[in-house]
């Protein structure tokens, strides 16, 4: 499972999600026992999302540097596809407790969010870049920060893999 540190600031363009998103922060106090069925659908819903949404920048679609919203408009950022993928599996009966909101650097060492998914063994990741879901510590990325699992609303920091390791 990745490292939860102290509390920390909300990324770039993420300060008022769970105001415009309340189901992004909310807290059901319920555990979902990740099985093959629960699999199944994590698998499902990332490559549906990973291969409906077209890649665009915030820059290039809205004009400002960060805006963290559902990709409406069947294009959106990686933490677009990470929102969205977090609200369809909260649809499908995940709580939104065990999917947290992660940003860290890719292996190019840009910046990059993804969605984790806690499973009480193991955090998995859920990237736009790859339909395959991995436990985080087989990706190869610096995670910097995520939001905090005992209060969606926080977000704290994580400094784990990736460069950390070296």
């Known amino acids: 499972m990745l490292p939860i540190g102290a509390v920390t600031s909300a990324p770039d363009g993420a300060s008022n999600v769970c105001n415009v998103y309340v189901w992004a922060c909310a ?51 990686c933490e677009d596809y990470a929102l969205y993928k977090k609200y369809e599996l909260t649809r499908a009966g995940f709580p939104a407790e065990q999917l947290l909101i992660a940003t860290l650097l890719d292996l190019n060492r840009a910046s990059h969010a993804v ?24 990706t190869g990325y610096t995670f910097l920060r995520m939001q905090d699992p005992r209060k969606p609303k926080r977000w704290v920091s994580v400094m784990a893999g990736g460069i950390f390791l070296r």
Request: no cysteine; net charge positive.
């Open 27 to 77: 807290q059901s106090g319920r555990t979902l026992k990740i099985g093959e069925l629960q699999l199944r659908e994590l698998r499902k819903v990332n490559t549906r999302i990973n291969q409906s949404v077209r890649s665009v920048s915030d820059l290039q679609q809205y004009g400002i540097a960060e805006r963290w919203t559902l990709p409406t408009k069947g294009k959106g950022d």
């Open 115 to 138: 969605l984790i998914v806690r499973t009480g063994a193991n955090d998995l990741v859920l990237d736009n870049l790859t339909n395959k879901i991995v436990p985080w510590h087989r």
